[in-house]
């Protein structure tokens, strides 16, 4: 018989996952509170932009395999697996992780099921967290009924989660029974069948994996920023040096690239959440040096917008500024925490007059700010600039040349924040450009 399927939490994670296994051939229901949230997917409508997730959506609302519900009860006597996908946000008095999300799913699914089932935790939450709430399941559940807890951390992309939960690069089962890890196996036959590598272990390993691959890939784009200070002041090139680094095969190049910074949903507040937790251990220096690696990531906004300040003769005050781009990475609208949107609204501040253009990310800045001027082209951005910045490295704005810019813009001064440009190509046509490890003299 076809597994049955509910995940509990319709945002980013919880809309791709449902989606993703009605496509992998399970019956699936979708759980959320937000009765408009599930008004909008129950009718294939994706409230966010995913490539690829639209199409999955649509098709298997239409199909019937997948739909939506506010409804526990129903779910409780249905699904013989249920995936908690709820967000765990930061807490504004000491940045730890918001578990209330969490906890009141796992409570209130306990009390509404109503056969044995597997509980499966996707979210990303501090370590001893799934041993804590399997401890709620037992007290909360039936007791005529089995439910079992496992952690499954997921490992999505922003622009890449339908392949990432279909054909993942790894899987992580933390299980406290062969039971439980045989029923995920069921769900993830097709990866297993694609020899995924697979990790069975505790829960406690499993809580761990997710944040400390965040860890160190926020480690990583800091470090690389770090040697970007170096060579703004004393000369050198932060892409050949990174190159250089990359050929070593114990370091590699991903993630190795210098700009603005890491931004969006999870590593700034999962490495923020981190160091909370192990404070609570008694580890109170453990991870001393996550708050060097938040420190650097935030003064290359502040480099971005003393740069824009020295190439308009140190004021940006009544000066027209174009960015393009203000979602955290291309492929993607999501603005949470945008290095971009950042350094976009602290010039306005500064009293410069700031136009944006992003391709997805539009609508989201402009509920977070919408003081900014908000435009559908790089052309219309740029339109009397004296200042340009690339922001985001969407294929649109990398693919960019100064022939493009030139008969809209004002003055031709650019700001390269990610390092995607031919510098070589935009000076020989007359520009002032700037870059993120780069020495630059005002002066010329």
Wanted: charged residues 25%; negative net charge.
């Amino acid at each position: 018989m076809t597994l049955r399927i509910s995940v509990i939490g319709t945002g980013y994670l919880g809309a791709t996952h449902a989606a993703c296994m009605a496509e992998l051939g399970f019956e699936v229901i979708g759980v959320d509170v937000d009765q408009d949230k599930i008004s909008r997917l129950s009718q294939g409508d994706l409230p966010f932009h995913e490539p690829g997730l639209p199409e999955l959506l649509v098709k298997h609302v239409r199909s019937g395999r997948l739909r939506f519900t506010t409804d526990y009860a129903e779910v409780g006597g249905w699904a013989d697996i249920h995936f908690i996908g709820v967000g765990t946000p930061e807490r504004a008095a000491d940045r730890g992780a918001d578990l209330r999300y969490v906890d009141a799913s796992i409570q209130s699914l306990a009390r509404h099921i109503t056969r044995d089932a597997l509980v499966v935790g996707k979210s990303t939450v501090p370590v001893g967290t799934a041993r804590r709430l399997a401890g709620v399941l037992a007290a909360e559940s039936r007791p005529d009924v089995n439910v079992e807890l496992a952690w499954n951390p997921e490992f999505l992309r922003e622009g890449f989660a339908v392949k990432d939960t279909v054909s993942p690069d790894r899987l992580v089962f933390g299980v406290d029974s062969g039971t439980a890890e045989a029923r995920l196996r069921e769900v993830y036959a097709r990866a297993l069948g694609q020899d995924t590598p697979l990790v069975v272990t505790d829960f406690e390993t499993a809580e761990l994996v997710k944040v400390a691959a965040n860890a160190f890939l926020a480690t990583k784009i800091s470090f690389i920023n770090a040697f970007s200070e170096v060579t703004e002041t004393v000369g050198g090139d932060i892409r050949t040096l990174a190159d250089a680094l990359g050929f070593d095969a114990r370091i590699g190049r991903k993630f190795l690239n210098a700009g603005i910074g890491f931004g969006g949903g999870c590593l700034p507040k999962d490495i923020r959440a981190l160091q909370t937790r192990v404070s609570e251990l008694g580890l109170n220096h453990t991870m001393d040096f996550l708050h060097n690696v938040d420190d650097i990531n935030l003064r290359r906004r502040d480099r971005v917008v003393s740069l824009a300040h020295q190439m308009l003769d140190n004021s940006v005050a009544g000066r027209r500024i174009a960015v393009l781009g203000v979602a955290f990475k291309p492929d993607s609208d999501d603005v949470r925490d945008s290095p971009a949107l950042d350094v976009a609204g602290r010039l306005y501040n500064d009293g410069a007059e700031v136009t944006v253009y992003d391709p997805e990310g539009n609508d989201n800045a402009r509920r977070r700010f919408p003081r900014l001027g908000y435009v559908d082209s790089v052309a219309d951005a740029a339109r009397d600039a004296d200042l340009v910045l690339l922001l985001t490295e969407w294929n649109e704005f990398k693919a960019l040349t100064p022939a493009d810019l030139a008969p809209q813009v004002r003055g031709t001064r650019l700001v390269d924040g990610r390092n995607v440009l031919d510098h070589a190509q935009w000076e020989q046509a007359g520009w002032t450009i700037a870059a993120l490890g780069r020495r630059f003299d005002p002066a010329g």
